[in-house]
């Protein structure tokens, strides 16, 4: 991950261009086909796995390669919605394979929660 921080609107405006066209460059072809419905899996560099699913394709240009879609992982059992790069994606996954993963980890993290609150800690 790199950080960059600027004491200008106009230096983060045009560090932020520089960073999407650079992640723009890094599509491939099969990413650019990824549609509303579809569902996916990624890794992040330490490891996490992220399951989403997109929920909608952006119509601005400089928006054309993000999709806003709800993402579930060991960190975010319950699901966040945001906008994701395209070309973060790893691979499209089949929604029974993604609703599997959902149900698994909302299930831990409901299971987790029930054991602290027995042993006193919420």
Not at 90 to 112: H, P, Q, Y
Request: aromatic share 8%; glycine share 8%.
């Amino acid at each position: 991950m790199q950080v960059e921080t600027d004491t200008s609107i106009l230096g983060i405006v045009r560090s932020e261009k520089r960073m999407r066209e650079t992640a723009d460059h890094k599509i491939q072809d099969w990413q650019r086909q990824i549609r509303k419905g579809d569902c996916f899996r990624k890794s992040t560099a330490d490891g996490l796995e992220i399951y989403g699913e997109v929920l909608r394709e952006y119509e601005t240009d400089c928006m054309k390669n993000f999709r806003l879609c709800r993402c579930y992982s060991l960190a975010c059992p319950e699901g966040e919605t945001g906008s994701v790069h395209v070309s973060t994606i790893g691979n499209l996954i089949d929604r029974r394979t993604f609703e599997s993963v959902k149900r698994k980890l909302i299930k831990g993290w409901k299971l987790a929660l029930s054991m602290l609150k027995a042993e006193g800690y919420l």
